[in-house]
């Protein structure tokens, strides 16, 4: 167990729909990472917060936005879903804001937009 | 675009024997990271290095990163079931994790 919680475990929904992941990092932990991994194109960092703030951003689309409230936690929203957004999506926290600190995953959210 | 290239893709071993995986790039990483994922489990961290040409052991797993600090390998010694999983490398710049395209290993009884 990592610490890190993501909820929900599944989520199935059609296109056109929007949803919202949600990440709690490890207790202690002020940054946030989330990450999509799909069959064809491994892990891809899509963006990060630090104690609330936007960090750095990947690959992140327009449709996609996230947040990290005064409590840390953090979500991601996915809008207008197309069938290509089916994936897992994984959050990982630290304690600083660097990237070469180890990262603690969460067990991921698996979205299946149908 | 950082890109970093693992292989192989997928590898299917019996126990007992030995094997490598690398991880490939034309970037220069400020360090490199090493992470093992099982089915239904987000990544665990294996092993980070930092200094071009070094080497550091876990157990079975010798980890190396390259001189130039663009590429390292992973040797498993006498593998086991247990070392199956999904094995990325990470390599850090100074604001992202860039995640390797993985290689998939599956040990045989």
């Known amino acids: 167990d990592s610490g890190v919680t993501q909820t929900p475990k599944h989520l199935i929904t059609a296109t056109g729909q929007r949803v919202t992941l949600r990440c709690s990092p490890r207790?202690?932990?002020?940054?946030v990472y989330w990450y999509q991994q799909s069959l064809d194109q491994g892990l891809q960092f899509l963006i990060q917060y630090y104690n609330g703030e936007e960090r750095a951003k990947g690959n992140i689309l327009e449709r996609f936005s996230a947040q990290q409230f005064p409590d840390l936690h953090s979500e991601l929203n996915l809008s207008s879903l197309e069938l290509g957004d089916s994936a897992l999506y994984f959050c990982?926290?630290?304690?600083?804001?660097?990237?070469?600190?180890?990262?603690?995953f969460g067990p991921g959210t698996r979205l299946t937009v149908t | 675009t950082q890109l970093l290239e693992q292989s192989p893709q997928f590898l299917s071993i019996q126990e007992g024997e030995n094997l490598t995986v690398y991880c490939n790039s034309s970037s220069v990483f400020s360090s490199l990271q090493w992470y093992r994922q099982e089915p239904g489990e987000g990544p665990v961290l294996l092993v980070t290095v930092v200094t071009g040409g070094e080497v550091k052991k876990l157990k079975r797993l010798t980890f190396q990163f390259g001189d130039a600090r663009k590429d390292s390998s992973l040797h498993i010694t006498a593998a086991q079931p247990g070392d199956t999983g999904l094995y990325l490398c990470a390599g850090t710049n100074t604001d992202k994790l860039i995640f390797g395209t993985g290689t998939r290993l599956q040990v045989f009884p």
């Open positions: 207790s202690g932990d002020l940054s």
């Open positions: 990982a926290s630290t304690a600083a804001a660097g990237p070469s600190y180890e990262q603690y």
